[in-house]
């Protein structure tokens, strides 16, 4: 673990632990000395000193240490360098420090995501983020390995990078938690194994979340099966607000919306109001009879309606398949493109008249849809982080019939995980072609 020294006023380095005894004059040195973060770790004894990072501005370089066999989160190499702001950034309009984590950060998906997160292409351009990545003893080395390509990327708004495989260490004070980490089903697995073993994953994350994140993390859980990932997520978490935890259904919304501008002969950004219903499975209902292109209802532009309600509803619904069909892996960039989607659209007002859809818990909808589930939904956002579900939505007989169908799917699915949300003892029957958008 690094460790400052504190009786010269240049402070020298070494490897070490620091004693509590030391922590408030450390402190008060760091302060002084403009280092950026200076922060206790939970549950021992000891410091961590992981500082910020401006451009251009070295000062003093603490110890370089990733590895710990314990598993506590480590400020990893430059980002562990005490650096001192220039006169012209100390006038500079910083935003707060945002601390994210992530989850199977050594993976596919995190891959591309993370390099987004650290460029300020999602938080915004003054905003400084510090990423905390959750990995596993399987994957530490690799951990290590992206911890070093975010150094060599130079971020300027990347002030602090931690890796650890403690969610208890990783997730302290997270103020967002992409959950992306979950076990592939493999050949011959039984999506009742899935949902156990990937569920036990998210218990032991929603607890940890619950006792060390920020009280108002929000959660977007994007390993699968996400929406009863999430369901799990937030049932182990009470003192955090049902509301902050979404199942990432941003993905399947956009590969909608680029196959109804297939269809209608227009560029993407002219097709809006696309909601995907339910599960993210391929039960997921695409919403045709309320999305609109350049601001028409689709259903007056595209008005083959059997295209709609079977070839495209169809390959919204099997899209990860083909894709992993094709690639020979599951789609990771545009998982990716749809995790930015998803948090900027939380982060910034939706335009005025619009949408996005997100799996969200169903407790109070406007719907009718049942309870107490993760179900995805079309939401509206202020910008704050918060959303609302939107009330003016049309509904037919075709898409009432579609919605119960991912909404019995979800019901089973609870039942399955039972013994992982406190309700009891789990009883799994599940429909049999209930299937991730991946299977085939
Ligand atoms: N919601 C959506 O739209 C989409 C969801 N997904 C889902 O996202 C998840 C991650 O995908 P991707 O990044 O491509 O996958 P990868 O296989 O590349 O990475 C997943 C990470 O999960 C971690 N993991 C956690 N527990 C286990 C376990 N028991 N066995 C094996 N690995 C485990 C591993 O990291 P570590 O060892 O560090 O824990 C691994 O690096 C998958 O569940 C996938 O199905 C994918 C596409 C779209
Ligand atoms: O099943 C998978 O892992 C891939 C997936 O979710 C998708 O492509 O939508």
């Not at 006023?9 to 000395?33: F, M, R």
């Not at 560029?267 to 993210?280: A, L, Q, R």
């Not at 894709?323 to 545009?334: Q, T, Y």
């Not at 003016?392 to 609870?414: G, P, V």
């Amino acid at each position: 673990m690094a460790v400052a020294e504190i009786s010269s006023p240049s402070y020298t380095t070494k490897s070490g632990l620091l004693q509590s005894s030391q922590l408030s004059s450390l402190s008060t040195h760091l302060h002084n000395h403009r280092c950026c973060s200076f922060r206790p770790l939970p549950r021992t004894q000891y410091a961590k000193i992981s500082c910020s990072v401006a451009p251009n501005q070295v000062q003093t370089p603490l110890p370089v240490q990733a590895e710990d066999p314990k598993g506590k989160p480590e400020c990893y190499g430059v980002f562990c360098l005490t650096y001192d702001l220039k006169a012209e950034e100390e006038t500079k309009s910083w935003k707060k420090l945002i601390n994210v984590a992530v989850s199977g950060a050594a993976g596919m998906i995190a891959n591309h995501l993370l390099f987004k997160l650290a460029s300020g292409e999602v938080f915004g351009p003054d905003q400084p983020i510090a990423l905390k990545l959750l990995g596993s003893q399987r994957s530490l080395q690799a951990l290590e390995g992206v911890a070093m390509e975010l150094e060599d990327s130079l971020f300027p708004l990347l002030r602090e990078v931690s890796i650890g495989i403690d969610s208890y260490e990783v997730f302290q004070d997270a103020e967002w938690a992409l959950l992306i980490g979950a076990k592939p089903r493999g050949p011959g697995m039984e999506r009742a194994g899935l949902l156990d073993i990937n569920g036990q994953i998210f218990a032991e994350q929603g607890k940890a979340l619950n006792a060390v994140a920020s009280r108002n993390v929000k959660v977007i859980v994007v390993g699968n099966p996400c929406n009863t990932n999430a369901l799990i997520c937030l049932k182990n978490a009470p003192n955090i607000p049902a509301k902050n935890f979404h199942a990432l259904t941003r993905l399947d919304e956009n590969r909608a919306k680029c196959q109804l501008a297939l269809k209608a002969g227009v560029f993407y950004d002219k097709v809006s109001n696309v909601t995907i219903w339910g599960n993210h499975s391929t039960t997921q209902v695409p919403d045709f009879l309320n999305a609109r292109i350049n601001g028409l209802p689709v259903v007056e532009v595209i008005k083959d309606r059997k295209w709609l309600e079977e070839e495209f509803t169809e390959k919204v619904q099997k899209r990860g398949g083909v894709l992993i069909e094709k690639w020979g892996r599951s789609s990771a960039a545009s998982t990716a493109v749809s995790i930015v989607d998803a948090i900027k659209s939380l982060v910034t007002p939706t335009p005025e008249g619009d949408w996005f859809s997100s799996g969200v818990y169903t407790t109070g909808n406007p719907y009718g849809i049942a309870e107490d589930i993760v179900f995805s939904m079309p939401c509206r956002s202020k910008g704050d982080g918060d959303y609302e579900l939107v009330k003016d939505i049309k509904f037919d007989d075709y898409l009432w019939k579609r919605i119960a169908k991912s909404e019995a799917e979800l019901l089973a699915e609870k039942k399955c995980v039972a013994h992982l949300t406190g309700e009891g003892i789990a009883v799994c029957d599940l429909p049999g072609d209930t299937m991730l958008p991946g299977e085939m």
